[in-house]
């Protein structure tokens, strides 16, 4: 065993070299020492490594059934011996194998949270990267020099990296496609069947609503003016909150152009959205089911042609890619608000991919997970690959450009063509890649073109709350505090839109938050926005 590999066992639990050592006769789950330097691939000679894995369970059950592993495994001379889970047993074998000292060389699309990453760096099962990186990674080097602000959000407030992190841009700063999830879409059928401009603002939407109520253009009863997923990302209707104030967004978190990290649940503009919301509600124009509704149910409706407004990242997936329905632009509130609240997402996993402890092959390692970094690898990685005979292609390789292109999906999900063959795991694709690596594929475009033209102009924020890596103690009280924060939001939210009373109950609400401890959540979050941007 190396000196490497000793020094990284000395922060292990004790509990857990017992376990390890009761276990000790089942068969070894780390490759052996090939004692490779200077590694150049294709190997001479091959070599295997053993990883833990997550996929889809659209995927074949064997990852080297996947085009893109193949292909790496011709290229590198490295063979995977993978142990791959599906779903909710895959973060538990992953954990067991952490706890019990029988763990893989690396663990592949790994899903730790932060929290989780710190506690399995401190107790020595997972090792830093940042030699790693430095000596034997080339690819990852590249995109963190066209792109340095990744590599601050990889970094743990102890100066060492310790997970190979996913990046995928889509559009820039506010023309981010991340920058607002809940899309609202109108059905402009509707509108003009019977003979209505589309809204502008809160009041006439709320106009709009009721002539859908009651004209039923979808008949027999059927029509429902408004759906929505309450507190369901992208299904949730807080986008009609941008009417007021700060609006709101997935986390309820905001920054201001003087940099202040605000709390929009906690802001008197919130509970004037939450009065209109139970005005709408209170007229009959939204959906009961909004309040408990599950996926399947949501999608079936709108296949249906039964909503008036509802609410989705893409209504490719509840409503088609028709004419039936179209993006409705944001409304001017009572006050003459009219603003589009950002929402805190980017294209960044910072855990997509560790190194264990128990690996004796560093360098080899090391230089295989690179291979993921390479720009035309990434692209397969995220979304496909090209040339196989045996399904359907997501890409066709253009030889004379050398580049990848989008083939058509001729009506097959993309969803569902991407869980079938790409393998995710660590990859990076910038903006620059775009017209030089691959082709942007065509729902994102438009998705895009959507976001510039009906979104960007009216939002007023300059910045995010970012990716900010806080330490364990840090994540420990944030985790604390939420456990009781955020489902007392939501209840609260749900509540008062059905039953009303928020005027009522509003100084209440404001200390029972206060009392969660919302002013120290404030105060950490506020201390990490600060740290990253300085």
Not at 403 to 429: D, F, Q, Y
């Amino acid at each position: 065993m190396s000196s490497l590999k000793k020094s990284l066992f000395i922060g292990i639990p004790t509990s857990i070299l017992v376990l390890s050592a009761c276990s000790s006769g089942s068969e070894q789950t780390w490759s052996d020492d090939y004692e490779l330097e200077n590694i150049e691939f294709p190997l001479e000679e091959g070599v295997t490594l053993k990883v833990l894995t997550s996929s889809s369970p659209l995927a074949a059950d064997d990852p080297n059934e996947k085009l893109i592993y193949q292909r790496l495994e011709e290229k590198t001379g490295v063979h995977i011996e993978w142990r791959n889970f599906t779903g909710e047993i895959f973060g538990e074998r992953r954990n067991l194998a952490l706890a019990t000292g029988e763990m893989p060389d690396a663990i592949k699309n790994a899903a730790f949270s932060d929290y989780e990453l710190l506690k399995y760096a401190n107790d020595g099962a997972i090792i830093p990267l940042n030699d790693l990186i430095d000596q034997y990674m080339p690819n990852l080097q590249a995109v963190l020099e066209e792109a340095p602000e990744y590599k601050a959000m990889m970094t743990a407030p102890d100066g060492n990296i310790y997970a190979f992190p996913w990046i995928e841009e889509l559009g820039q700063g506010k023309e981010s496609i991340h920058s607002v999830d809940n899309f609202p879409w109108i059905n402009v059928e509707w509108l003009d069947e019977l003979g209505l401009e589309r809204p502008t603002t809160t009041e006439e939407l709320k106009e709009v609503l009721i002539a859908f109520r009651d004209n039923d253009p979808a008949g027999d009863g059927q029509t429902i003016p408004m759906s929505f997923i309450i507190n369901d990302g992208g299904q949730d209707p807080g986008f009609l909150f941008n009417s007021f104030g700060l609006g709101d967004n997935n986390d309820h978190t905001v920054v201001t152009n003087d940099g202040e990290v605000i709390f929009t649940a906690a802001e008197e503009s919130y509970s004037d959205a939450i009065s209109f919301m139970h005005e709408l509600y209170s007229e009959k124009l939204i959906d009961v089911e909004a309040f408990e509704h599950e996926w399947p149910a949501y999608v079936a409706k709108g296949q249906e042609g039964r909503y008036g407004l509802y609410f989705t990242w893409d209504k490719a997936n509840i409503t088609g890619m028709n004419d039936e329905y179209d993006l409705m632009e944001p409304l001017t509130g009572p006050d003459g608000e009219k603003n589009v609240t950002r929402s805190n997402g980017m294209g960044f996993d910072r855990a997509r991919m560790v190194i264990t402890s128990v690996n004796e092959n560093l360098e080899l390692t090391a230089k295989w997970i690179d291979e993921f970094y390479e720009p035309v690898l990434s692209v397969q990685n995220n979304w496909g690959t090209y040339g196989d005979d045996e399904q359907q292609n997501i890409f066709e390789w253009d030889a004379d450009n050398e580049m990848l292109k989008h083939s058509p999906l001729n009506g097959t999900a993309p969803v569902e063509l991407r869980e079938k063959t790409h393998v995710g795991g660590p990859l990076a694709i910038l903006n620059s890649y775009f017209g030089d690596v691959t082709t942007m594929p065509d729902d994102a475009a438009w998705r895009l073109d959507l976001m510039k033209e009906v979104m960007v102009p009216h939002m007023q924020a300059d910045n995010i709350y970012p990716r900010v890596f806080f330490d364990e103690e840090e994540l420990d009280r944030l985790s604390r505090i939420e456990a009781d924060l955020t489902p007392y939001v939501n209840r609260k939210r749900s509540e008062w839109i059905t039953n009303g009373k928020v005027e009522d109950e509003w100084d209440d609400y404001v200390a029972e938050l206060e009392r969660l401890g919302l002013a120290e959540w404030l105060e950490i979050k506020q201390a990490g926005y600060d740290r990253q941007e300085n």
